[in-house]
């Protein structure tokens, strides 16, 4: 092939994939590195890349500790109650306690927040949730990047990290190809910030047909976040926490602002309320500590998303659907009416073009609602993600292995959907882990753990040619057929993800099957993936962009087959409502009130596996 | 909902091309005019549409859920700071035009060059806290939040 090799070397801080958490990284990481070399490499365009490409209406991890709102541990205690327990609190903490100063800082920079009138704090849309106008959210924190950034490397998709030759388990930058020119690019690198994205596209989606770009997370979002730490090595954590989200039916409209700042609520199709009535059998499922109804009240704690999606889907399935918003109320005040459709154009505008297509006016109707397909990520209400070490201050040892969101993996950090064990952080939170990953990677470096790195001329050789390998798997059988997709040698991008999804609804508990699997289906699913894990060496690419298709599924598999495992690891069902282990129905914290850490092996392929310890936050009056 | 692109109106100048996340908008090689390559992976993040100078660029709702006779259309614009959307229903009963705010400062001004800021130094270096901490946790002379001066420790077991 004729592609170039481009080599940019002596790189100090590379940052692979600049949605939130890696435009985090690369700003902060100018401040403490000031001559230190930082690149970015992006897959698309850095100003309208990753989940918020699109825009928000909201900050959803906001703390307000300057009007005294919340301190950092009452969202910790929130995570940890939405996520049934299983949260990294030391990161969780540290995330919280800087949170606000990122927010600041984006009112600085031109982020219009809303204000509440009466008080001049920023508009609260719940206890966590700000409002704003967030169109440009992206392009204004990309801004900041680009300032801080020697370069910006758009339209690189990056496939592998390269590791160092010289000593074991140490990274030394990453690899991957220009989506433009085709060309290879190679950044030599003492450090790595992992942004990339959490995976959408990997459970069959309820859309068909053209409508499957319909998905709740970004399609681009192709778990590479995952597939590239996961190949290098990194141990990671909580994989089989996947999330189910109940959203307005096709459209996938958000529903946060609708529940908490419009006041709307749901009903089942007979128009009753219908949660309350699940949650007896509910709490005989997951105990009293995860869902005491009566408790709750008064403590005001909330219930847990995964078990009002379990009311819902059981309501469904019981034959009392659809389930409606009850938006008719809400939506008789013209001011209350206009921010519902803000909200979706400032977000999800396809829900906005879908209501406009189907003539749904929320005034005189109430819109439908549905339970998506699950997604695997580590920012929203979920922790997916690589096995990072904490901040000195607050880990205990186990969490703890000398830098700041360093994965197991030597010089490679993560941020954003990369970092395991930390919902809950959404744009603002990850954001700031991509600034704290920036300076623990700065302190790394300036602490001489970089030094010494070797790149063999074989290494960055091997990886062009795997790279390429799916344009010469077509070109040298194309020709063996007359015309069409269907070759008896090879499978492309598209047919391979068919496939996956298939795999990832039947026999990994997608909402084909309701959620549910079981260890016989798991291991059916494993095998059956070992098969389509060969296959993939066998997956064809008609051009740049069919290979930028190919890698992106390729980091779906390592993902789907992570997701795979923790969820066979974790014999109990901790979170009913995103998946049922019909074979360990209950929750069992006698033996699973600890978080799963996985590791693949480099070599091998093989996984183990290993619990971890769970260390709550504990107040010291609660002592 | 995919796009689409208008056959008089595009001038294949590439600026939906470059923008595009999901990589899916092209330049059709005989008629020099871009077009949505890959529909079903079109997330409907509209910045194609946004980024189109001659508003070339159109949606057309999923043909799987959506029917036909709806109309979505919006301009951004950078240098007046807003967003202007027009909503059409199929059915013509609602006909909506609604204006947000984008920026509130000229666009690409507010951002900080941190190479041309002080130094930390190595106090701060060795602390917790990151650029513009601890002022800019709390806007006035509070630190930041530790276990310590929160009363917390970690402990392992079930607490909840």
Redesign the interface.
């Given at each position: 092939m004729g592609y170039k090799t481009i080599i940019e070397d002596n790189i100090d801080v590379l940052v692979v994939g600049a949605g939130l958490g890696g435009t985090g990284a690369a700003?902060?990481a100018?401040?403490?590195g000031?001559n230190k070399k930082i690149v970015i490499a992006e897959k698309?365009?850095i100003?309208?890349?990753?989940a918020v490409?699109?825009g928000l209406y909201a900050i959803n991890c906001y703390m307000g500790?300057?009007w005294g709102e919340n301190?950092?541990?009452d969202h910790v205690r929130y995570a940890?109650?939405d996520l049934m327990?299983m949260v990294r609190?030391?990161l969780a903490?540290?995330m919280a306690?800087?949170v606000?100063?990122a927010v600041?800082?984006f009112?600085?920079?031109?982020?219009?927040l809303m204000k509440d009138p009466d008080t001049g704090h920023y508009l609260r849309e719940g206890r966590w949730q700000i409002m704003i106008?967030g169109?440009?959210y992206k392009p204004?924190v990309a801004?900041?990047a680009k300032?801080?950034a020697d370069k910006v490397f758009n339209?690189i998709c990056v496939t592998h990290m390269l590791m160092d030759d010289a000593k074991e388990n140490r990274v030394a930058g990453a690899v991957g190809f220009n989506?433009r020119t085709g060309n290879y690019h190679v950044f030599k690198s003492k450090t790595v910030i992992c942004g990339a994205g959490g995976a959408s596209n990997i459970f069959k989606p309820r859309?068909?047909?053209?409508?499957?770009?319909?998905?709740w997370y970004?399609?681009?979002s192709s778990g590479s976040a995952y597939g590239l730490m996961i190949d290098a090595g990194a141990k990671m954590t909580q994989m089989e926490n996947r999330i189910v989200l109940a959203r307005f039916k096709?459209g996938y409209g958000p529903v946060g602002a609708y529940f908490l700042h419009l006041k709307t609520y749901t009903q089942n199709g007979l128009g009753e309320e219908y949660e309350s009535k699940w949650f007896p059998a509910l709490t005989e499922m997951v105990g009293k500590?995860y869902l005491d109804t009566e408790g709750q009240h008064l403590s005001h704690k909330p219930i847990p998303t995964c078990l009002r999606n379990h009311a819902f889907i059981n309501e469904v399935n019981a034959g009392r659907g659809p389930i409606h918003m009850v938006t008719m109320e809400a939506f008789q005040d013209p001011h209350l009416e206009?921010i519902g459709?803000?909200n979706f154009?400032?977000m999800t505008?396809?829900q906005?073009?879908?209501?406009?297509?189907?003539?749904v006016?929320p005034k005189y109707e109430n819109p439908e609602l549905t339970t998506s397909e699950p997604y695997v990520m580590g920012s929203h209400a979920t922790g997916c993600g690589a096995w990072c070490s904490g901040?000195?201050?607050?880990?205990?040892d186990e969490y703890f292995w000398g830098y700041n969101r360093m994965t197991t993996v030597e010089g490679l950090f993560g941020a954003g959907d990369a970092v395991g064990g930390t919902p809950h952080a959404f744009s603002s939170g990850s954001f700031t882990e991509g600034?704290?990953a920036a300076?623990a990677a700065c302190?790394y470096i300036?602490d001489g753990k970089a030094e010494g790195i070797k790149v063999s001329e074989q290494q960055i050789a091997d990886f062009k040619a795997k790279i390429y390998k799916p344009m010469e798997t077509y070109k040298v059988y194309r020709n063996e057929i007359v015309a069409g997709s269907v070759n008896p040698h090879y499978i492309n991008p598209r047919q391979g993800l068919d496939r996956l999804q298939k795999m990832m609804d039947e026999y990994c508990g997608g909402f084909g099957v309701n959620y549910m699997t079981n260890e016989k289906l798991l291991q059916i699913g494993l095998r059956k993936m070992k098969v389509f894990g060969e296959d993939l060496e066998s997956i064809a690419a008609e051009d740049i962009?069919e290979l930028?298709r190919a890698w992106e599924l390729k980091h779906r598999y390592l993902t789907s087959e992570s997701v795979f495992q923790h969820t066979l690891f974790r014999k109990e069902t901790r979170w009913p409502g995103y998946y049922y282990r019909g074979d360990a129905m209950k929750l069992d914290?006698e033996n699973w009130?600890v978080l799963t850490v996985s590791q693949r092996d480099r070599k091998t392929g093989e996984y183990t596996m290993e619990k971890a310890?769970?260390?709550?936050?504990?107040?010291?009056?609660?002592? | 909902?995919?796009t689409f692109v208008y056959m008089t109106r595009c001038d294949g100048c590439g600026e939906c091309v470059?923008?595009?996340?999901?990589?899916i908008m092209?330049i059709d090689k005989t008629l020099r005019r871009a077009y949505n390559?890959?529909?079903?992976?079109?997330?409907?993040?509209?910045?194609c549409v946004k980024a189109c100078p001659h508003q070339a660029i159109d949606?057309r709702?999923?043909?799987?859920?959506?029917?036909?006779?709806?109309?979505?259309r919006?301009i951004?614009d950078?240098e007046k700071g807003t967003?202007a959307?027009r909503?059409?229903?199929?059915?013509g009963?609602?006909d909506?035009e609604?204006l947000?705010?984008?920026?509130?400062?000229p666009?690409?001004?507010?951002?900080?060059?941190?190479?041309e800021?002080a130094?930390?130094s190595s106090e701060m270096?060795n602390s917790?806290l990151?650029?513009?901490?601890p002022k800019?946790?709390?806007?006035?002379d509070?630190g930041?939040?530790?276990?310590e001066s929160?009363?917390?420790?970690?402990?392992?077991?079930?607490?909840?």
């Open positions: 700003f902060e100018r401040y403490w000031q698309a365009n100003d309208r890349s990753g490409a699109q500790t300057r301190n950092p541990e940890r109650m327990g609190e030391d903490f540290d306690r800087h606000d100063s600041h800082q009112e600085e920079w031109g982020l219009p106008h169109e440009s204004i801004e900041a300032k801080s339209r989506v859309s068909v047909g053209e409508g499957a770009g319909r998905v970004a399609p681009w096709d500590e206009e459709w803000h154009l400032g505008v396809g906005a073009v879908l209501w406009a297509a189907t003539d006016d901040p000195e201050d607050v880990s205990p600034r704290l300076k302190k300036d962009h930028l914290d009130h310890p769970l260390y709550h936050l504990v107040g010291d009056a609660e002592e | 909902m995919p470059d923008i595009c996340p999901s990589d092209h390559i890959e529909p079903n992976m079109c997330w409907e993040c509209y910045s949606v709702g999923y043909a799987d859920f959506a029917p036909l006779g709806h109309s979505v919006v951004r950078e967003i959307w909503i059409k229903f199929r059915n009963k609602k909506m609604l947000a705010p984008i920026t509130t400062k666009w690409g001004t507010g951002q900080p060059k941190l190479s800021v130094a930390p270096r917790e990151l650029y513009n901490e800019y946790v709390r806007m006035d509070g930041l939040h530790t276990l929160n009363g917390l420790t970690l402990k392992e077991g079930v607490y909840y």
